[in-house]
């Protein structure tokens, strides 16, 4: 049914367009019939993006979908659209989230809704031409443009710090990306072309991979963020509105490892090998320093954001650990280096699920007590019993509990980083209990206790709308926790694929 | 000399504007105040059909005209079209600013048109005094159009200041040139290019004077243009004359810039391309870097644009840098972009000023998000254009000509230039945060006629389409160029 329309374009332009109208319906008329229409849009974009997933053909590691027509013929930039098993699972998830969003948005913001709605469905258009771009140009335009509306987003409807935070955010990711953008430039003048593809196959010398790997990892490491360039995340996960966190978190953070993919390992792959070493280690930092950060935070949403950097250790280290799985004489298995990189993308996934629906949840309590401080609760499981039983849940998936999607990420790349070394391993699983400790500290002098103050007393339990959001992703925790095989089998053909192209050195 | 070999039809558009500027002269005298309007309503016709002129003819081939002084090609044409469309665009956003402070008179019109005549001119001269004149002719007009608020102190000293310095400018720019007359024996510029070819082939003293001459025909330039180190009189010439001049003498006059450069740098002196590419990498590094950096220390949102020119002056440098065609026309987009960007920039400090109150503090747009939505919005387009963040079309005239100077394996310009850049985000990112973030002081919404609301939203519009669409104007710049 979808077969001959052209899929990727409606999935990039319906929701811009939809944000454009609901920008131009303005916030002097009802704000009902805006949100009305910002849900449909978004459903509308979500129902879209299940033909991507209906027409897949999982055999093959080509892109598919594609769209190409010349957009700027001097530079041979072209408006060039296709997914693979990397991009598709994302774009799905983009527009999932944004329905959540969408929602998690209802009457909690008062403040100019329609500006509101209208930046978080244009950025959903944008997110999702990140992910299907397949010219090197027409992924920067959309990189860079998607900083406006989170920048007005954290800028508008944020915290008390909000100028900072999101002054901060900008400018980090824009001092990353430009390096990025002079690195493609520079692989436009020698090899005369912009395609993605065309930069996957063109040969570079060692030293010219290595500053281009640099370059790319400017742009990427700050975008995952990958620690020492993490300071951003916190701030703007502080000061931003629930759903610009649960943005940020689910689904701009996974457009840095989807970068790494895309750009760095198979354009550079000579280099990525040698320097790998800087990555696992960065990785690593991240999963046990950042985890030890976490633990003593005093604002629950910087500590699920430290724990969102944590989480992400584990896509890098599930990217990079391959090389050495390769080297590694002991190594018996054949499939571990595949397993690492799909340890990763799940991991990707779920972090998308759980760390959206831990936001969320601070956003729930946020709404009705006003204040983040994990101190100025406690004993919340007698006033919200059914709240409660969500956040027990989505900790435990957090903390990366077997039968969770949290699990089943963690678990396949600790796997596989054994056949590379046994201390990345050990020091990857030692997630398992920081993860446990903070996450479930938290909740412990959150929800559990008697009641701290008649704040607490006089809170209600979820409503419909609350609850519909919860359970919608609980179910998606759940699913993807006991039957990972639908989104592993959809990639598994681009994972071989990728796996080949950087086994064969460019130089 | 036949009057045939003039060839006046080539110059059409110059002398109908000219007609018409002495036209407008005598009729304003005689109009009474409240008739003034008639004054501003033949000027805006008297452009619109100096634009269809222009287009009326557009010409591929070069052709001569007043005895090879004044040469019509693509690049002529080009410029000079976005020239009209752009003045023609600060004479409607100024009509209600100079209306609230009772200078709505008909000397800045005349004036006004003069100096576009003058840039006609400039970008049409193929012969050293041509050029001069031209220049020479939107100076002087831009000297009295500074002073034109003349009770104002600030405007004075502004004028008193670009006067001097401007002077000497012309004064270097003729310095220079007598010295290439003198050893090229010609003031026409495709002769000066022979003599300096044969010099540079032959590398004799002959040589040595010619970049002697190049030196000081390159400070003009820098002064004209406002390049880093002889930036210092645009930022009081930009804070201390009534916005509708700065509009006038930041938008318009880059694109004659641009022209002078090539006609004197690219034509005449080309054959010494080795020598002033290193002068213009300095300019265009400390232009970056000053202009950049300084930016962000102003309150003042007109010291603030003009230190942003300044920046984005480095950029155009650039792409001259890059000595090739494509370095030229990323160049000319750039300008051309440039152009349109602080054009739509000034439109909206003059839509926020009201009488008494010139707004031009950047605490002045404070909550504009709650007061215009709409202009607000314009305004971050601009900001994010000037900032070249996608999808505007800043970002593609920093891509041609970053890409330009790659393609000449100057990758380390590139990666200062960038590097600059992000330092400037700084700046342009300020305006936005303060007109969305901060709150309004004064929450009455703003006020203007339909034209300045029509002629703004296509402004904006325009760099956000040309931002979907860059190919059809970047063809064209290329195509003068091929």
């Not at chain 1, 959309?142 to 508008?156: D, S």
């Not at chain 1, 040969?203 to 290595?210: A, D």
């Not at chain 2, 003009?220 to 509708?244: C, E, I, N, Q, R």
């Not at chain 2, 494509?326 to 000319?332: H, I």
Request: with cysteine; aromatic share 12%.
């Amino acid at each position: 049914m979808f077969a001959d329309l052209p899929l990727l374009s409606l999935i990039v332009w319906l929701p811009i367009f939809g944000g454009v109208a609901v920008l131009l319906s303005g916030d002097k008329g009802d704000a009902n019939g805006v949100r009305v229409l910002s849900l449909v849009i978004s459903i509308a974009t979500f129902v879209l993006s299940l033909g991507l997933y209906t027409g897949f053909d999982s055999s093959t590691s080509a892109m598919q979908f594609v769209e190409k027509t010349p957009w700027i013929s001097s530079f041979g930039i072209n408006y060039h659209f296709g997914v693979d098993g990397f991009s598709m699972p994302l774009i799905i998830l983009t527009t999932f989230t944004t329905i959540l969003v969408v929602l998690a948005g209802w009457e909690v913001i008062k403040k100019k809704p329609a500006q509101y709605l209208a930046a978080f469905l244009i950025m959903e258009g944008l997110m999702v031409a990140v992910f299907a771009a397949l010219d090197a140009i027409f992924f920067y335009v959309f990189w860079e443009a998607m900083l406006v509306p989170m920048f007005i987003l954290i800028g508008v409807w944020g915290g008390e710090r909000r100028v900072y935070a999101t002054i901060k955010f900008f400018i980090y990711t824009f001092i990353g990306s430009v390096f990025m953008l002079v690195a493609l430039i520079y692989m436009y003048y020698k090899g005369g072309s912009f395609a993605i593809l065309d930069m996957h196959a063109m040969p570079l010398t060692f030293n010219e991979q290595v500053l281009i790997f640099l370059a790319f990892l400017a742009a990427f490491a700050v975008k995952v963020p990958m620690w020492p360039v993490h300071t951003w995340l916190p701030d703007a996960h502080v000061e931003a509105p629930t759903g610009g966190s649960v943005i940020l978190a689910a689904i701009m953070l996974k457009i840095g490892g989807y970068g790494f993919i895309r750009f760095s390992l198979p354009i550079t792959p000579d280099a990525a090998h040698s320097l790998d070493w800087l990555i696992i280690f960065m990785s690593l930092v991240a999963v046990v320093y950042i985890g030890f950060v976490a633990l003593v935070q005093k604002d629950m949403k910087k500590l699920v954001a430290y724990s969102s950097i944590a989480h992400m250790g584990f896509v890098t280290l599930g990217l990079f650990v391959v090389f050495q799985i390769w080297e590694n004489p002991a190594n018996v298995s054949g499939g571990a280096a595949a397993l690492a990189v799909e340890g990763a993308m799940i991991q990707m996934i779920s972090h998308g699920f759980i760390s959206g629906a831990m936001f969320l949840m601070i956003g729930v309590l946020y709404d009705r007590m006003h204040t983040r401080e994990i101190n100025a609760y406690g004993g919340v499981v007698h006033t919200m019993p059914i709240f409660a039983a969500f956040a027990v849940f989505f900790a435990m998936a957090n903390a990366g509990l077997p039968g969770t999607s949290g699990f089943v990420g963690e678990f396949m790349v600790i796997i596989a980083s054994f056949q590379a070394n046994f201390w990345y391993a050990f020091l990857g699983a030692l997630t398992l209990i920081l993860g446990a400790a903070y996450t479930l500290w938290m909740v412990k002098r959150v929800f559990y206790g008697e009641i701290v103050n008649d704040g607490v007393r006089a809170l209600k339990d979820l409503n419909s709308r609350e609850l519909t959001i919860m359970s919608i992703l609980a179910v998606a925790v759940l699913a993807l926790g006991l039957w990972p095989a639908p989104v592993v089998d959809v990639m598994h053909a681009s994972v071989e694929n990728f796996l080949q192209h950087i086994a064969v050195p460019k130089i | 000399m036949t009057f045939e070999s003039l060839n006046i039809a080539i110059a059409l558009p110059e002398v109908f504007l000219l007609t018409m500027a002495c036209l407008i002269l005598v009729v304003d005298v005689y109009l009474p105040a409240d008739k003034r309007n008639l004054t501003y309503v033949l000027t805006q016709l008297s452009l619109i059909i100096t634009l269809l002129l222009i287009i009326r003819n557009q010409t591929d081939t070069r052709l001569l005209a007043f005895n090879d002084l004044f040469v019509q090609d693509a690049m002529a044409d080009t410029l000079k079209m976005f020239i009209v469309i752009i003045s023609f665009g600060v004479f409607v956003y100024s009509r209600e600013y100079l209306q609230a402070r009772n200078i709505f008179k008909g000397e800045f019109y005349v004036l006004g048109l003069f100096s576009i005549v003058g840039m006609m001119l400039m970008v049409s001269a193929n012969n050293l005094l041509m050029l001069y004149l031209g220049l020479e002719l939107l100076s002087l007009c831009l000297y009295a159009l500074v002073a034109f608020n003349r009770d104002n102190s600030n405007a004075s000293e502004a004028a008193m200041k670009y006067f001097i310095l401007g002077a000497i400018a012309s004064g270097m720019l003729l310095y220079g040139m007598s010295i290439l007359y003198g050893l090229s024996g010609s003031l026409q510029l495709s002769e000066i290019a022979v003599a300096v070819s044969q010099a540079a082939e032959a590398d004799n003293a002959q040589n040595i004077g010619m970049v002697f001459g190049l030196v000081f025909v390159v400070v003009a330039l820098g002064f004209k243009l406002g390049a880093v180190p002889f930036h210092m009189w645009m930022p009081d010439v930009y804070h201390g004359s009534p916005t509708a001049v700065t509009a006038l003498i930041g938008t318009a006059p880059k694109l004659a810039g641009f022209a002078m450069i090539m006609r004197l740098m690219v034509e005449a002196l080309g054959g010494l391309q080795a020598d002033w590419q290193q002068m213009i990498i300095i300019l265009s590094v400390l232009s970056l870097a000053v202009g950049n950096i300084i930016a962000i220390a102003q309150s003042n949102i007109k010291r603030m644009l003009a230190y942003s020119t300044i920046s984005h002056v480095g950029f155009i440098l650039l792409g001259i840098i890059a000595g090739t065609s494509e370095g030229y026309s990323s160049a000319m987009f750039y300008t051309i972009s440039y152009a349109l960007m602080s054009l739509g920039g000034f439109g909206v400090i003059m839509l926020m000023a009201r009488q008494g109150f010139e707004a031009d503090n950047i605490s002045d747009l404070a909550g504009l998000n709650q007061r215009s939505p709409w202009f607000a919005f314009i305004m971050m387009i601009l900001m994010l254009s000037m900032a070249g963040i996608p999808p505007t079309v800043g970002f593609w005239a920093k891509l041609a000509v970053l890409t330009a100077v790659v393609d000449v394996d100057l990758v380390w310009m590139a990666i200062i230039a960038v590097f600059f850049s992000i330092i400037g985000i700084f700046y342009y990112l300020r305006i936005i945060k303060v007109m969305y973030f901060d709150d309004a002081v004064d929450t009455r919404p703003l006020e203007c006629g339909r034209d300045m609301q029509i002629a703004l939203s296509t402004n904006g519009l325009a760099i956000l389409a040309l931002g979907f669409y860059p190919a059809a104007l970047m063809s064209l710049c290329i195509s003068v160029f091929n």
